[in-house]
């Protein structure tokens, strides 16, 4: 029987008096990668960042469980080291610290341990050839004159070295060309194990061609309103929202 990894029940939230999401119920197991999908402005990027407690947003109602515990009144930090992973659609540039620096530093925090310099290191330039990365890009600033797609493999290389429970990919594919979106789809599927599981937000089907997903949650207006299989992105593709939105009203 699946172990339940992550469950949310009956979640409201927005910022300030606007309140974006509502009502959202859904539930992840070890080793399953779901999708959500849905129109722009629906409340997919919100969910996510609620999940993971940017501040910017605040819970009017419901809970988040990791593992059966509630994380709610956990801090971001908390929750990162209860095992959850945020790739985000647009990563942020940090003068002075190094892109190796960056994850040993993470990883050691999570693990609350010393990790040896010479090992990581080995570690980590193997996981940079398997995603088509120059060795150099260790040693720059973190994603400081990166294009879009280094970016994106940059923040997929954090989630094979950080190895997090639940991998949250915001829009990851956004604005990667055909190869970088096939090196980005292989690093999921080397991550993904019966030891974690994968979370995406997409527009598109081309990240989950390889990555094939359990559960497609479709959402809109702040609502959870469809789910199904990976058949449900096929015809998303083909023929829009409308049915979807024709079919809930």
């Keep these: ?33 779901h999708v959500i999908m849905g129109p722009n402005g629906s409340g997919k990027s919100t969910l996510v960042n609620v999940i993971m407690n940017n501040p910017q947003y605040q819970v009017n109602g419901g809970d988040i469980f990791l593992d059966g515990e509630s994380i709610l009144e956990l801090s971001t930090d908390k929750r990162a080291r209860k095992g959850i992973f945020m790739s985000f659609q647009t990563p942020m540039e940090v003068s002075g610290v190094s892109v190796e620096n960056f994850i040993r530093t993470a990883k050691s925090t999570i693990e609350d341990k010393n990790i040896p310099i010479l090992k990581f290191r080995k570690s980590l330039e193997k996981e940079m050839d398997q995603l088509s990365m120059d060795h150099s890009y260790a ?22 070295m950080l190895q997090p429970k639940l991998a949250i990919l915001d829009e990851t594919d956004s604005g990667l060309d055909v190869d970088a979106t096939k090196i980005v789809s292989e690093g999921i599927e080397r991550f993904l194990s019966r030891g974690n599981a994968v979370l995406i937000i997409t527009h598109h089907r081309e990240l989950v061609r390889s990555v094939v997903p359990d559960v497609v949650h479709v959402i809109m207006d702040g609502s959870i309103v469809k789910e199904g299989d990976h058949t449900l992105i096929n015809k998303i593709e083909s023929e829009g929202f409308h049915w979807i939105r024709e079919e809930v009203k």
């Excluded at 949310?8 to 939230?13: C, F, N, V």
């Excluded at 970016?151 to 290389?157: A, D, P, T, V, Y």
Aim: hydrophobic fraction near 40%; avoid cysteine.
């Design 139 to 160: 040693d720059r600033y973190l994603n400081q004159g990166f294009s879009g797609g280094e970016m994106k493999k940059n923040e997929i290389l954090q989630m094979l």
């Design 1 to 33: 029987m699946a172990k339940e990894l992550l469950r949310i029940e009956h979640l409201s939230a927005g910022i300030e008096e606007k309140e974006i999401l509502h009502d959202i119920n859904l539930k992840m197991n070890y080793g399953e990668v």
